[in-house]
């Protein structure tokens, strides 16, 4: 079953705009992780948040995590054509708050196109 | 360092037969997994391996898909026999794991093997 659902299911934008989406969730959590992946290409990682932290940073990307919520939202800034590509959420709920064993459940995706 | 590789790529088959994939993850990784992807939908997790030994296969229908990875390498799934609703891309990952007590949590993917089913 899909843990993490992502919202909005397609989001475009214009280049140099930020993008947002968002994931929800049902279960407790160890983390939660960010993917990219290209059409006809795999995943790709884009940033783990623990579920004892509440924002992360890495380059473009800022993530933010509300367990109380069971929520998280991705938000890329300065858009450009390459960010064009399905960006999924994932939950680690194997042995929450416990020693985590690496089962990742993904959600549907959000398909994000950013316009020249 | 070399990425996780996947063979075939592409595989048409008809209804009924039999097709096998195989996979060799990032050298050192004890973990590895392998997802289907339906068209449209995020990667179902099918089978966990942790060096040789399954660690999760709760949602591999056993009737007709099997995996194994010996000697905790490379490993191989297979579908014997294959349904139209098998038609997905089957991606494989690995990651660090346990094995050396290091868990990044970060999954590295490969291109994943395309399935149509007629």
């Known amino acids: 079953s899909q843990q993490g659902e992502e919202d909005p299911q397609a989001l475009s934008i214009q280049e140099g705009e930020n993008a947002t989406m968002n994931c929800s969730y049902k279960?407790?959590?160890?983390?939660l992780q960010w993917y990219r992946q290209n059409s006809g290409r795999g995943l790709v990682h884009l940033i783990l948040?623990?579920?004892?932290?509440r924002e992360k940073h890495s380059g473009r990307l800022r993530v933010t995590l509300d367990t109380s919520k069971k929520s998280s939202s991705l938000l890329i800034t300065a858009s450009r054509a390459a960010d064009t590509a399905s960006y999924f959420c994932?939950?680690?709920?194997?042995?929450?708050?416990?020693?985590?064993?690496?089962?990742?459940?993904f959600g549907q995706g959000t398909i994000l196109t950013v316009h020249p | 360092e070399a990425g996780v590789a996947q063979s075939p790529r592409y595989k048409i088959i008809e209804k009924r037969q039999s097709v096998a994939f195989w996979c060799n993850p990032i050298?050192?990784?004890?973990?590895l997994y392998w997802y289907q992807q339906i068209l449209g939908q995020g990667p179902k997790l099918l089978i966990q391996?942790?060096?040789?030994?399954?660690?999760?296969d709760s949602q591999l229908p056993k009737d007709r898909f099997s995996a194994e990875r010996l000697k905790g390498v490379d490993s191989t799934l297979k579908i014997q026999p294959a349904k139209l609703e098998d038609s997905a891309v089957y991606l494989c990952?690995?990651?660090?794991?346990?094995?050396?007590?290091?868990?990044?949590?970060?999954?590295?993917f490969g291109e994943g093997s395309r399935l149509t089913v007629l």
């Open positions: 050298s050192g990784h004890a973990t």
């Open positions: 994932a939950t680690d709920a194997s042995n929450a708050g416990g020693t985590s064993y690496g089962k990742l459940t």
């Open positions: 990952a690995s990651s660090l794991g346990r094995g050396r007590g290091i868990y990044t949590g970060e999954l590295f």
């Open positions: 391996f942790q060096n040789n030994g399954v660690v999760d």
């Open positions: 279960t407790s959590i160890n983390n």
């Open positions: 948040i623990r579920s004892n932290e």
